[in-house]
């Protein structure tokens, strides 16, 4: 068939269902063909392979299996008894080379977009609307969608959890004697991953000795040997690689203990409320003054510390992930100027507390879900929903006090003319009218439009609304227009909503009155496209008084 | 809820009610009708405070004329806070149900450093600071200088309050410590005196014991607290030893320098002032002779609460003509402080009483009785006249008249117990319950509640009151979710026990390890675990350490330690909660008497399981602890044994109790030796738990605990509704006036 392109390498002996054959890899696709015969049966363009596989060593077939970006795999048996390893492994290599050439970014998106289709109905809905017909192009249509779910795609990777550590991973690392007066310990890249997740102080000594300075036995060896590993030490010697480490723990324990804590509860300093005055109180026990404090109950001491703190560590290693997403989201919360609004909703930490602690928990009818505290920026945004600005007359209260006012004159001189009254016929024909489901009141009585209309008119409806929203929302995402990109764009929105008046809107408008439905059912529809008509001329107009 | 208490409307802000707050609520009915004392135990978690308040207040707005005010004393700041809360929680409720607006005023009074507003002030860490700052804004002869210097910084705050303050009163309302504070930014005045000058009107006062007990602060602030009010001391197990705290004195080598110091400036001062401006303390003079005739004056309504610091002759006669010229009192205190250094020399022990201390001191140095009651008197005068504004450098010369003041006025039922010892300290301690007596002479009604208060018969006796009704309230449990184990040996047949002989004996202090180490592996989120002291527990932790049981333990949970640096333990307890609450788990090893065995809660998840490694005795060699003993068994015939006893199991009780708070909580409750499982101790825990220690449980291997702990872990793990405890442990207002319900109920008091 291609024989044309160049062979780069021929392998025989190859097997692919149950069938002898040959194998060959060309410049852009690998292909097989069975024994004496001169066409392929299987060909695969490079582009279109994901991956390849082989079989584990050991195994009593040698194999080669390809993945197709599809879902589909074919496998290659490679039989030549004598070379059939070396067969395989030079076919391998070379794919190994040919393959991320191939491999193109556009391959992964294709697979992506087809993805998102297959899994949002809505989407492909949308897609075959607007794309299908030719509404708008294919790259038009997924511009903007893409980078939306890439970042949500990037989001949900992030948030996969992150394992924590192992609060004895020191003590895994037993030592054991080796038999000669040494000890040896085991670590795996697990503990020292652990090591330096929990002390990030050893991180950066790491980073800066090796392997400039020491290999990294010498360095671990060092780790072991210093007092820095173990508990009960006191002062580590000015030499020891590590007393800078302790020094940071040390200053690290120090500020936490300084910062104090958020919840008032716990706090013990805050507990008491009065102390009692230096001098007063019974002391229990002996005094103990540091001068007499001896080595081991310093020891003793140090060890708690250093308990305390390697927990601490461990704690923080766990959340220090969470922590920074969470500070991102509260910076970014802020900087939309809602940090100041959200102090009136969220109570303090310390209201908080008190009230779970004053809470019985089978004395409470219900105990609904806890809720989150509603964040606002705009509080009146929320009660009142956005207001149009214009077409909105504003009365001011001069204007309803003069009113108000008005009527109560005409009220106080009001006087019944008795004689110049409506027939009772024509009061009670007017009150029938104006009481539901009279003839004015047609509108209060309003039939859903499910009961009206048919169920496939009524998807059909769905699918325009969502069609018609989509392109809206792309003509919209234009203003303002501040670039000549955008202009372009805006133009080509403009002569898309055209089109997709005259393509789709209007056969469905012929549809339905050939149906003899109400045509109001479309008419919102028709609305908001001719408010966006409306924008676009206005814009236009003005771009034309600037350009004169 | 409406509930009929004996005839007595009581709101109740609830739906349910326990049983026993309902028995709880007949008794303290009872006890306010007889105008008497009360003795309440009932145990944590089952809503004693919100009883308290909802009786109380009923009570009071029954009869105004016959309490008029409730005096709330809590032990902690949060504490205070949690009481007022549930008050506010009621008064809405009132509100609510009758429609009325509250008319009641609530207020929470703490120390400057919880109410100070003044921005620079308020920025200090340390109570001593704000108080020390606070005084030199407002001090009288300040604010009089300011008059003629501008420049002189005052507290605005104070100066706002003291223009008009005084005379609008507060209105009605529940005024927690950061509604005091909001309140005080509002209209520029200051909170701290704001409160404390509202206490005189208003309806509910709740602050902590010192307000009311420590005689240096109670007679600035509660002075003039009417008789008829009910004074209610919550979590009071621990009140005999907040009295003996605020009256015993440590005097140190120290000390006696520092105050050397301070005499020195006082003597530059008066030559100072005698040269510019002697006509102040010609005027001072005046007023001595004429004697402490303002304060006595206040003393005679008998209404007010005495002060027994100012014993009531000092009020009678005036300060002694040996030291009421300024020079003569410095000397006299300068002979007093040689007196004192001399004593301090000495190196072998010296106990002796008050009455032998005196005659001493006239022996040796000419020092009679008289001036020396009138000593903290006569220094607060002259510092007051000495315009001297930072008080808190002459804490140490305030001190030793304090002591002069106390060891003279009280030889009866007091023991000075002087001694120094190589360390070059002196304890100066008087053991008395003295400061007891004028509350409970001065007030109608006295309650002391709390969780733990068995046996109850002891407190009256050594509080030295009779108290109308003493009660023990059991907890009515749908499910027994606290499960007390007695672990007396390890799996290898040793005995475990933190007795002298065997603490240090290295097979006790594996099995100790081994216990939590197994424990470690069965129980989920957080364990707490207590010693009998800090030594102790270095040590254990120590020998864990070298032994690896704690890297192991690690490995299921990770570990804190409590510390004696209050501030590096309250890191540590978040942490400790934290990761209780990610799901970590993790073990707190802690120290009965300690701060976090009196002030923290284990709450669900927080503990669900108190180990109590040993038995908690005090320090029995202690010096201080023999006068006690001796003063206790002189006095009141109670035997040193049964002291000590019970002493050590109330604090047993104390933490093990840290982990139940309230009747969904669940947490297996271990007591790690072998003697608690003897009756004189058993019989000494509260009822409550008492009720539920079988004779299967008593003298536990560690292996039969873990089975024991595992099934009860089980059991409660499974999902408890409503619907289980209804009819049995929480009734709706139906079910409690039932006629057998009532029946049932008049059980669970158990009258002492």
């Known amino acids: 068939m291609h024989i044309q392109y160049e062979v780069l390498l021929v392998v025989k002996k190859v097997r692919q269902r149950k069938q002898d054959g040959t194998l060959y890899l060309m410049t852009e696709r690998i292909a097989w063909g069975p024994e004496g015969k001169d066409r392929f049966t299987v060909s695969h363009l490079y582009a279109d392979i994901r991956c390849q596989k082989i079989s584990p060593e050991g195994k009593a077939k040698i194999q080669l299996q390809l993945v197709l970006h599809t879902g589909e795999s074919t496998t290659f048996h490679f039989a030549n008894e004598s070379t059939a390893m070396k067969d395989r492994d030079a076919a391998k290599d070379l794919l190994q080379q040919l393959l991320p050439k191939f491999k193109k970014k556009a391959n992964k998106e294709l697979e992506e977009k087809n993805r998102m289709l297959q899994e949002d109905p809505v989407l492909f809905q949308l897609y075959k609307d607007l794309v299908v017909s030719q509404v708008i192009s294919a790259e038009e249509f997924w511009a903007n969608r893409l980078k939306l779910s890439s970042t949500d795609h990037f989001s949900s990777n992030n948030n996969k959890q992150e394992v924590g550590i192992s609060a004895a991973f020191l003590a895994d690392i037993r030592p054991q004697t080796d038999g000669c007066n040494g000890l040896r310990y085991n670590l795996t890249t697990d503990i020292i991953e652990s090591i330096f997740r929990t002390y990030p102080a050893v991180k950066q000594k790491y980073a800066e000795n090796v392997p400039h300075n020491l290999t990294e036995k010498d360095f671990w060896t060092r780790f072991f040997q210093s007092h820095y590993f173990h508990r009960d030490r006191i002062n580590t010697g000015l030499q020891d690689l590590f007393s800078e480490c302790a020094k940071q723990d040390e200053k690290g324990l120090k500020s936490m203990v300084v910062q104090g804590v958020k919840n008032p509860m716990v706090d013990l300093l805050s507990l008491e409320d009065k102390t009692l005055d230096e001098g007063y109180g019974s002391l229990t026990g002996p005094s103990t003054s540091n001068s007499s404090k001896t080595v081991k109950e310093n020891s003793n001491s140090a060890i708690i510390k250093r308990f305390n703190h390697h927990s601490a560590m461990v704690l923080a290693a766990g959340l220090r992930k969470m922590d920074t997403s969470s500070d991102q989201a509260s910076e970014t919360s802020s900087t939309d100027g809602n940090s100041r609004d959200s102090d009136t909703f969220q109570p303090p930490i310390k209201k908080v507390k008190l009230q779970e602690a004053i809470e019985y928990e089978d004395f409470q009818n219900e105990t609904g879900p806890k809720t989150i505290a509603l964040k606002l920026k705009k509080f009146d945004r929320y009660s009142h929903g956005p207001v149009p600005l214009q077409s909105h007359h504003y009365s001011t209260s001069q204007d309803i006090i003069s009113s108000v006012s008005c009527i109560q004159e005409e009220m106080s001189c009001y006087k019944p003319c008795l004689t110049q009254v409506m027939s009772s016929s024509a009061a009670s024909s007017a009150i029938t009218a104006l009481s539901p489901g009279g003839a004015l009141m047609q509108t209060g009585a309003h039939q859903t439009v499910s009961q009206l209309v048919p169920v496939d008119i009524q998807s059909e409806l769905k699918h325009l609304y969502t069609a018609a929203g989509e392109l809206l929302r792309h003509f919209w995402s234009c203003f303002p227009v501040n670039t000549p990109f955008l202009e372009e764009k805006v133009v080509k929105m403009q002569s898309n909503l055209e089109r997709f008046q005259s393509t789709k809107l209007h056969p469905f408008q012929g549809k339905i009155q050939r149906e003899y439905l109400s045509s109001n059912l479309i008419s919102h529809l028709e609305e908001m496209i001719q408010a966006a008509y409306n924008k676009f001329h206005a814009w236009q107009m003005r771009r034309m008084m600037k350009k004169t | ?752």
Request: some cysteine; charged content about 25%; proline content about 4%.
């Open chain 2, 1 to 752: 809820m409406k509930l009929n208490i004996e005839g007595l409307l009581v709101y109740f802000p609830y739906d349910y009610i326990y049983p026993e707050q309902y028995s709880y609520m007949l008794e303290l009915k009872r006890t306010l009708d007889a105008k008497g004392h009360g003795v309440l135990e009932m145990p944590s978690g089952t809503g004693k405070t919100i009883s308290l308040l909802s009786l109380i207040v009923a009570y009071q707005k029954a009869y105004p004329l016959e309490v008029t005010k409730l005096i709330y004393c809590s032990r902690t700041v949060p504490e205070i806070e949690k009481v007022v809360e549930e008050l506010r929680k009621l008064m809405d409720f009132y509100t609510k149900e009758t429609g009325e607006k509250n008319n009641f005023l609530a207020l929470a009074l703490s120390s400057r450093k919880n109410l100070c507003i003044h921005p620079e002030v308020s920025s200090l860490r340390f109570g001593k600071e704000v108080d020390g700052k606070c005084h030199s804004l407002t001090a009288s002869y300040i604010r009089a200088e300011r008059h003629s210097n501008p420049s002189q910084p005052v507290c605005r705050f104070y100066e706002e309050f003291d223009a008009v303050g005084r005379q609008v009163p507060i209105p009605p309302g529940i005024y927690n410590l950061d509604d005091l504070k909001e309140f005080g930014r509002r209209r520029g005045w200051c909170p701290y005196y704001l409160a404390r000058y509202a206490i005189l009107h208003a309806n509910i006062v709740v602050y902590s014991y010192h307000y009311l007990l420590d005689p240096k602060i109670a007679d600035l602030v509660s002075k003039e607290l009417a008789k008829k009010s009910v004074v209610v001391f919550d979590e009071a197990h621990n009140i005999d030893n907040v009295c003996i705290d605020s009256m015993s004195v440590n005097i140190t080598r120290r000390t006696l320098d520092r105050c050397q110091a301070n005499v020195d400036t006082l003597q530059t001062t008066i030559r100072r002032i005698k040269e510019t401006d002697a006509a102040k303390l010609q005027e001072e003079y005046r007023r001595l002779v004429e004697g402490l005739k303002e304060t006595s004056a206040a003393r005679e309504t008998d209404i007010y609460m005495s002060n027994p610091i100012l014993p009531d002759e000092v009020l009678q006669e005036a300060v002694p003509g040996n030291i009421r010229t300024a020079e003569h009192f410095v000397g006299f205190l300068k002979r007093f402080l040689e007196y004192l250094k001399a004593r301090l020399r000495v190196h072998h022990v010296v106990q002796e009483s008050s009455p032998q201390f005196l005659k001493d001191i006239f022996e040796k140095v000419c020092i009679d009785r008289k001036p020396l009651r009138f000593c903290a008197e006569r220094l607060r005068s002259l510092l007051r006249t000495l315009e001297i504004a930072d008080i808190a450098d002459f804490s140490a010369i305030t001190l030793i008249s304090n002591f002069a003041t106390l060891v003279s006025t009280y030889s009866k039922g007091k023991r000075a117990a002087p001694y120094s010892d190589s360390t070059t300290s002196n304890n100066v301690k008087s053991s008395n319950y003295i400061l007891f007596q004028p509350v409970f002479e001065r007030f109608q009604s006295v309650v002391i509640t709390s969780g733990t208060l068995s046996p109850l018969d002891i407190y009256p006796r050594i509080l030295d009151f009779h108290p109308v009704t003493m009660a023990s309230f059991t907890m009515t449990l749908a499910r027994t979710c606290l499960c007390p184990l007695i672990v007396g040996r390890g799996n290898d047949q040793v005995a475990m026990s933190s007795k002298f002989e065997t603490r240090e004996d290295f097979a006790v202090i594996r099995n100790y390890g081994n216990l939590l180490l197994e424990l470690s592996a069965v129980v989920p989120d957080g364990i707490v675990a207590f010693f009998t002291s800090y030594v102790y527990m270095e040590n254990i932790v120590a020998s864990w350490y070298e032994q690896g049981i704690l890297e192991n333990i690690q490995r299921n949970k990770l570990i804190f330690i409590e510390t004696q640096d209050a501030a590096e333990t309250s890191v540590a307890l978040e942490k400790y909660q934290e990761a209780c609450e990610n799901g970590r788990g993790a073990i707190l090893l802690s120290v009965a008497r300690g701060k976090v065995s009196e002030g923290i809660d284990f709450v669900h998840h927080f503990g669900r399981a108190v180990i109590m490694f040993g038995v908690p005795y005090v320090y029995t060699q202690s010096r201080i602890l023999k006068a006690r003993l001796e003063y206790l068994r002189d006095q009141y015939q109670i035997r040193e044994n049964d002291f000590l006893t019970f002493d050590a199991m109330r604090h047993a009780a104390q933490c093990v109790g840290r982990a139940i708070r309230g009747k969904t909580d669940y947490g297996l409750m271990i007591f790690a030796d072998k003697r608690y499982a003897r009756a004189d101790k058993r019989g000494k825990l509260p009822r409550w738990i008492q009720e539920h220690i079988t004779d299967g449980s008593l003298n536990l291997t560690i292996d039969e605990t873990m089975q024991l702990a595992k099934h009860f872990l089980r059991q409660m793990a499974q999902p408890f509704r409503r619907e289980d405890q209804l009819g049995l442990s929480l009734l709706t207002l139906e079910q409690l006036q039932s006629e057998d319900m009532l029946q049932k109920i008049s059980q669970i008091a158990q009258q002492a």
